[in-house]
């Protein structure tokens, strides 16, 4: 009996390429993988709007939608245009009640507004503040999956994260989280899955686990 194959779309998280996703496999008779990059916003676009730009980009109804960090919000809007088999977030959050006390802090002086200035001029920086403390001593290896210093898309993305006005979870989300990320703390984070000693990155360091478990998420 031949079985429908499922189209799993990958979606990076802020200002990374799909490159982040390079060890992440799926059984081929089962699945086949699609991967999203980051479009430019244009000028005052609202996420609304870029979320419904971005599922022009979706080829396959019943798909299943995957997103990490900021690209777990981004298919979170998408999902809203999209008849979806499975939404998946990894490293994010489903709300803005989930968002750490920095980030709700920044969206109430502001602060986010002046950020983006000093991260477009220094990687070292921005990759902390994407990928956490901890990174810092790997930098050269994951300097290759921060794709994207357009200074426009950076303002628009942290402005968009921090800002983030999701009131209460999608329904049937699946949100799979680390213990150990310093960017969503899990003390945070509602409902999800835990990856033991999961950091921000885990789709890199953890990639055996979602090997594992991936399919039987999306297939269950």
């Avoid at 709007?49 to 990490?68: F, P, Q, T």
Wanted: hydrophobic share 40%.
């Amino acid at each position: 009996m031949n079985q429908d194959i499922i189209h799993v779309y990958f979606m990076p998280g802020m200002a990374a390429s799909s490159k982040i996703f390079e060890y992440i496999e799926l059984p081929e008779t089962q699945f086949q993988i699609h991967y999203l990059e980051w479009l430019i916003p244009i000028d005052n676009e609202l996420l609304s709007e870029y979320a419904r730009r971005m599922s022009d980009k979706i080829e396959h109804k019943k798909c299943v939608l995957l997103g990490v960090s900021f690209g777990g919000v981004l298919v979170q809007e998408m999902s809203k245009y999209l008849n979806v088999q499975k939404l998946i977030i990894v490293s994010s959050v489903k709300s803005k009640n989930e968002l750490p006390k920095k980030m709700i802090l920044a969206k109430v002086t502001k602060a986010y507004k002046l950020l983006p200035v000093q991260l477009v001029s220094n990687i070292d920086l921005f990759s902390k503040y994407v990928f956490g403390n901890n990174i810092t001593k790997r930098m050269e290896l994951y300097k290759k999956y921060l794709s994207v210093n357009d200074s426009n898309y950076l303002n628009w993305a942290i402005e968009n994260m921090v800002c983030w006005k999701q009131e209460e979870a999608i329904p049937d989300i699946i949100h799979i989280h680390g213990d150990h990320d310093p960017v969503f703390p899990i003390k945070n984070i509602g409902t999800c899955i835990i990856v033991k000693n999961g950091t921000h990155v885990m789709i890199l360091n953890k990639y055996k686990w979602f090997n594992e478990h991936l399919p039987k998420l999306i297939l269950t």
